[in-house]
């Protein structure tokens, strides 16, 4: 029987090597730019992405994966990628994680298929421990690390967003004292004290990305 290309003779094949000249080649999108935001919980890394994604197009987040249990209103594959303990360690052991971290009693980390998402700029919001990782795995990446203006403002803001219990609080304060020491680690500090400088601040960062865009 005959080949399906060989039937229909509206349509010759040309040689391949002809076809190589002839075809013009896919164009495959460049790979985002990738924007590390880290910095304690509850110092506001959400609240500035939304800000500044309402500013600037061409920025997606990265959607990653924990074991921690969805707050209310958080969807699965929206907010994050909600998985079993089992699922992430075997996730983990398969390679496909580029950074993960123990944070809080939990697992947290980036899917490699998060690089695939469509994006002049993919922003990765995530503790410390995988902002080192990315350092290593990404060193192209900028990481901007975001400070509280002080501790008290930070208990303010963990205990004023309801959405952990005092206990849980209290061990996000416990990590985050180290990890404000940490802070020197990183390329960019911007202090979210009040919000609209500090989403200038990372607007001004966002476009040193663009500048050297190729
Ligand atoms: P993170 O993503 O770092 O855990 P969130 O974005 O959830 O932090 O912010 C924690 C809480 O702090 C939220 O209730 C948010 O509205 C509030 N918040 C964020 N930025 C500021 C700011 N500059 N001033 C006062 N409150 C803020
Ligand atoms: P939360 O439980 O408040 O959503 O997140 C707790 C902490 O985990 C936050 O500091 C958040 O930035 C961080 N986090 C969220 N996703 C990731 C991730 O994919 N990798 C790492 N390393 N940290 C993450």
Known sequence: MPHLAEQDDRRALAA???RARLLPAPIA???ARVLVITGPSGVGKGT???ALRERTGGLEVAVSATTRAPRPGEENGRDYHFLSSDEFERRLAAGQFLEHATYAGNRYGTLRSELERPARILVLEIEIQGARQVREVLPEAMRVF??????DALRERLAGRGSDSPGQV???LAAAADEIRAQSEFEHVVVNDRLEPAVDELERL?????DTES
């Open 48 to 50: 500035v992405i939304r």
């Open 16 to 18: 391949p090597a002809q």
């Open 29 to 31: 999108p460049p790979p």
């Open 170 to 172: 209290e061990s996000r």
């Open 146 to 151: 975001v400070a509280p203006p002080s501790i």
């Open 206 to 210: 966002v476009a040193t990305m663009r």
